[in-house]
Structure formats: structure tokens, C-alpha cells
């Protein structure tokens, strides 16, 4: 047996992954471990939980992946260095750290470093990216796509994906960046937190694109697979895009300049200082561009490779506003995008590059759900609950999924915990927090009392599967919450909670076969209600999702929510 572990480490969304002959055991963010968000260093809590679930010993690793690869892109490196000699320096810092992360893993394992005989392998950064994506995906061959801020110093890589073998065909380089210009205008509105930038396209919806000229100006693609920023707007090409890697969370530098605040006419909003118009304006017109610009380059790489099958990943996969559009504005006709599309992604993509290219082994079947962190025992979740002095049922499904859902009925915020937590930024039906979609006051209740967060970010749908089409405009799988369809406008009125202001959904079809729990909770709900769906957001209060049983029974008294079910236990706080 081979055993790969895959690292996402010194790096944001710090991760790891496993697999045994190809098959993935186990993946999940340092983040669910430690309590930060997109907790950055080395992932010494997901780790050990990798190997555990494998059952693998230390010694048993035969290799290691890392999405790091220091030879890659050395001369648009060496140029850059001579300008920024500042920026070169942290990098240097940065591959330090690299070069040392044998010892590293030795001692997050407590082992001497000889009893690790494992190889190591560096894979470059947007090459795991489309790794991670096609080789999970159900593609023999497809058009391969990746998008992010930057990476080895890239910010997209394109190519052809058939079988094993990857066909890298082009990069978009340093300072030219599509998730630097995310971020950067991100940044001007107000929000510095990393992965702030979700936040900013929920705000969009609120909007008009008012200001086109000067975003064209801004972002401008040209006639083949490249694109260019125009850079007075912004300074990473003047004083480097400086990030922290350190233990806790991400910290990155101002990316945008002051010909930007010039140009809009008023300079970048405060953090905590009201949204105005003008920011959602901005916002509008910050999403239209995006959009505009990737499907551009869609379309020119279906026209570069001819494919209409479409494997994609990066931190701009997040953006399901625009995924939602790639049916319609381009001859793509399927698309596969895995659950951590973002760089905790990256150990997956490393282990399967390594699998497929370096030891040429054959592709394994697509992964087909999320579902591949922690999973706790009935005992200890029963432990926790008598801990806590909470009374509880015991039931099984469907009686669970039953009771749950007559309580969700009656107006009840709920906590459902079940199986293996998600592995991706989405709760997935396994640690959410679930209620009736068809109450309008839903949203503001769930602010007001658990999430405490800004009113203009939507709540999810979680549909059956089977009836997406009925309740869509779209009925094309969204499993993992990364596109966003318009809702049939004769729905909009029966589940007003999860239906944005513009009219859309960032769904989550359910099917049975993936996660049977989740999809027995819908279909009880429908029976009762006639709506197949349920409002799903994140079972957490301004933390990470909530990982441990004793995590969530933490924050469902702190939040005071009327029912948890945890695992086959349910909590009614009225009974």
C-alpha cells in the first residue's frame, strides 16, 4: 500500500490530506482544530487526525506533497527581485521554513526525524490547484482552469486535462492578478479580514455597476488567454504584496492605491462606518468586472482547447455568482469544482499530483461528497450532552430526521450535527445550522440572535437534489454551494429567507446518496410543508464551524438555539 500525505502549510487555509492507493481517507483545515480562522503555519492538529483516521503510523508515510515549488517561474522571479529586493527577502524567509518541513512534521508527530522514510515532493502551487479539480472530478479529459491572488508567483494557469496527464499550456504572472483585485477593492470598502472577500459579493446584490469606466480600466483582458491590471491602481508592484503566515490568522497588506480613491471620488470607507449606496455601488461594479473578465477567458479557453467540459479551482472558484453565469454566457456544459476550491484544496491537488504524475498511478473514481474531517461516537456526544446538564431523546432515523423537522416547522432555530465534518469552507448538511425558509423574518432572527453578522450577506438553500429544477431556473448539481442560480420567481414568495435580494440562491443540492442524514431532514420537512427546502448556514458564532461535539453544544447554549441534533440525540430547549 502507498500512503501520500498532502501539507497546505506556511500559507493561509493551512491543511492536510491522505490517501491509501489513490483513495482519499481523510482531509481537513488546521482552522476546525485550532479555533482561527483560516489559520495560517504549519497544520500539525490536521495532521495528526489524517493519519489517525488512516490508521498510519508515522513511519507508514511514503510520501509527503507540498503545493510549494521554489523553481517555479524563476525568471519573472529574478526580475521582480531586482525591484523589489524588500519582497525577495520575505520569500526567502518564507522557503526557510520549506526547507525545514521534515522537521517539522517529525516534531509535530513527536518522532526523530530518521523514523520518517517518506519522500518529499514540491508541486507547484496552481498546478495542485487543477490537480485537485480534475482528478477529483468525473472528467476523462476537460479544460483545466485555476484563478486565484497568487501563488508561486502565478495568479492562473490553463491547459487540458485527459486521464492522468496534465497539458499546462499558459500562466497569468506577478503583479497581474484577478484575486488581487478582489481584494484590493475589498480593502477600499472596508473589509481587511482574509477571505473578507465572500462578504463584498453578497454586498454587490445591493447595487448598481455605476462606476464601469473606471473598473474597465482597472482590468482589462486581451485577445487570448491573458489579462492585465491597470496598476496605478493598486501598489503590490511597488512594495510587494506582503502577507503573515504566522500560527494565527492571515494578515495581508494594502493592496490598493490612492489613485483609486481619486478616481471614485471619495477615499476607502472605515472599517465599522456605515454602508452607503456608494459602497454597494462599488461592490456592483467590483462583481460586474470580475464577471465579465473570467467569462472572457472562459470563453477563450474553450475556443484554445475545445473542450466543454470545464474542471476549475482557486480562490476565484469561491465566486458563485459568477460560476452561476458560466452555463449561459459560455459553451461549457459541465463543470466541476471540489468543495475546497481555495488553498486548504492544495493538499489534495499536491497528494493526487504525486499519485498520478510522479508514481503514475491510475485515476481513482471522482469524489463524490465533502465529508472527509472528524466524526465523533454516540458516546461521547452523549458524554457531552449529560456535561452540559442537557436533557435529550434518543432517536434514529427517520424518527430524527421527523421530529427534527416538525420542530424546524414550528419556527425553531436548529443545530444539526451528524457524520464527518465538511471539508471546505461550506457546512454541508453535517454541522449546520438549518430553519424554515419559508419565514422572511428568518434571516434577521438568525442575525439577531446567533451569526451577528452584516445584514446584507444571504443564507444558503439546501434543496433535494431531484427537485432543483422545479424550484430553480437551473437544475445543474450545486453539491458544494458554488454556483448560485436565479430562484423560479413563482418560489421566490414560498422561501423568502434564503433568496437574495437580486433573486438568487446559492443552493446546495442534496442528493441521498451522499449525505442520506441531511437529505432524510429535507425530505421529512417537505412532507410536512411542501417545500423541499432548508435554510442552512454555518453551525458557528463568528469562529470556525463548529468541529466537536462539545464545540457544538458550546455554542448552542451560548446562542440560545431551540434544538440541537446531535447525532441521535435530541435537545429541545421548551421541553
Known amino acids: 500500500m502507498t500512503t501520500i500525505l498532502g501539507i497546505n502549510t506556511y500559507h493561509g487555509d493551512a491543511s492536510a490530506a491522505i490517501f491509501r492507493d489513490g483513495q482519499l481517507l481523510a482531509a481537513a483545515e488546521e482552522e476546525r482544530f485550532s479555533r482561527i480562522k483560516h489559520a495560517a503555519g504549519f497544520p500539525c492538529r490536521a495532521v495528526k487526525y489524517c493519519l489517525e483516521a488512516a490508521g498510519a503510523h508515522p513511519e507508514e508515510i511514503d510520501h509527503v ?41 517529525a516534531h509535530c ?105 473606471v473598473f474597465q480600466r482597472m482590468v482589462r483582458v486581451g485577445r487570448g488567454l491573458d489579462f492585465s491590471l491597470g496598476l496605478r491602481y493598486f501598489t503590490h508592484h511597488k512594495q510587494g504584496a506582503d502577507m503573515t503566515w504566522g500560527e494565527g490568522e492571515p494578515q495581508q497588506s494594502r493592496l490598493f492605491s490612492e489613485a483609486l480613491e481619486r478616481e471614485l471620488g471619495r477615499p476607502a470607507r472605515t472599517p465599522g462606518a456605515p454602508v452607503e449606496q456608494f459602497h454597494q455601488d462599488v461592490a456592483a461594479t467590483l462583481q460586474w468586472r470580475l464577471e465579465e473578465a473570467v467569462l472572457e477567458l472562459l470563453e477563450h479557453l474553450h475556443r484554445q482547447t475545445g473542450m466543454t467540459n470545464l474542471a476549475y479551482a482557486g480562490g476565484v472558484a469561491f465566486n458563485c455568482v459568477a460560476n452561476g453565469k458560466i452555463f449561459d454566457r459560455t459553451p461549457f456544459k459541465e463543470i466541476s469544482i471540489q468543495p475546497a476550491a481555495g488553498d486548504a484544496g492544495l493538499a489534495v491537488g499536491a497528494a493526487l499530483y504525486v499519485n498520478h504524475q510522479a508514481l503514475g498511478n491510475p485515476r481513482r473514481p471522482a469524489i463524490s461528497h465533502a465529508y472527509w474531517g472528524p466524526e465523533y461516537s454516540p458516546d461521547r456526544m452523549k458524554a457531552a450532552l449529560e456535561q452540559a446538564g442537557l436533557n435529550y431523546q434518543t432517536l434514529e432515523l427517520p424518527n430524527l430526521a421527523e421530529a427534527t423537522a416538525q420542530r424546524m416547522a414550528q419556527g425553531k432555530v436548529t443545530g444539526w450535527y451528524q457524520g464527518r465534518t465538511e471539508w471546505g469552507p461550506r457546512a454541508l448538511g453535517n454541522r449546520s445550522i438549518v430553519v424554515d ?25 439546501s434543496i433535494l437534489e431531484e427537485k432543483t ?47 442520506p442524514q441531511y437529505w432524510e431532514l429535507i425530505n421529512s420537512f417537505g412532507k410536512l410543508t411542501g417545500v423541499p427546502v432548508v435554510l442552512n448556514t454555518s453551525f458557528n458564532e463568528n469562529e470556525p464551524v463548529v468541529n466537536t461535539p462539545e464545540e457544538a453544544i458550546e455554542c448552542f447554549v451560548r446562542t440560545q438555539m431551540d434544538v440541537l441534533a446531535l447525532g441521535p440525540y435530541l435537545v429541545d430547549r421548551r421541553e
Open 65 to 105: 506533497a507540498i503545493p510549494r515549488r521554489r523553481s517555479a517561474h524563476l525568471v519573472n522571479k529574478a526580475l521582480w527581485a531586482l525591484r523589489l529586493p524588500h519582497m525577495a527577502f520575505n520569500r526567502a524567509n518564507a522557503w526557510r521554513q520549506f526547507s525545514d518541513v521534515g522537521d517539522e512534521l
Open 109 to 213: 508527530l513527536d518522532v526523530p526525524r530518521t523514523r520518517l522514510n517518506a519522500q518529499f515532493h514540491f508541486v507547484e502551487h496552481h498546478v495542485a490547484h487543477v490537480a485537485s479539480s480534475f482528478y477529483t472530478s468525473p472528467f476523462q479529459e476537460s479544460a483545466i482552469f485555476s484563478l486565484d491572488g497568487l501563488g508561486d508567483f502565478a495568479s492562473m494557469l490553463w491547459g487540458v486535462g485527459r486521464d492522468k496527464d496534465l497539458d499546462i499550456r499558459g500562466f497569468a504572472l506577478f503583479p497581474h492578478s484577478l484575486g488581487f483585485y478582489y481584494t484590493a477593492i475589498t480593502q477600499y470598502l472596508g473589509f481587511w479580514k482574509y477571505g473578507d472577500e465572500f462578504k463584498v459579493m453578497g454586498l454587490a446584490a445591493y447595487g448598481e455597476p455605476k462606476y464601469k469606466d
Open 437 to 461: 425558509p419559508r419565514d422572511p423574518n428568518m434571516k434577521d432572527l438568525l442575525n439577531q440572535r446567533i451569526k451577528h453578522r452584516e445584514t446584507f450577506r444571504p443564507f444558503a438553500p
Open 469 to 515: 429544477g422545479e424550484w430553480f431556473e437551473k437544475h445543474y448539481p450545486s453539491p458544494y454551494m458554488l454556483l448560485a442560480y436565479h430562484v423560479r420567481p413563482e418560489k421566490r414568495a414560498l422561501i423568502p429567507a434564503p433568496t437574495h435580494v437580486d433573486g438568487t440562491g446559492r443552493l446546495q443540492t442534496v442528493s441521498r446518496a451522499a449525505n
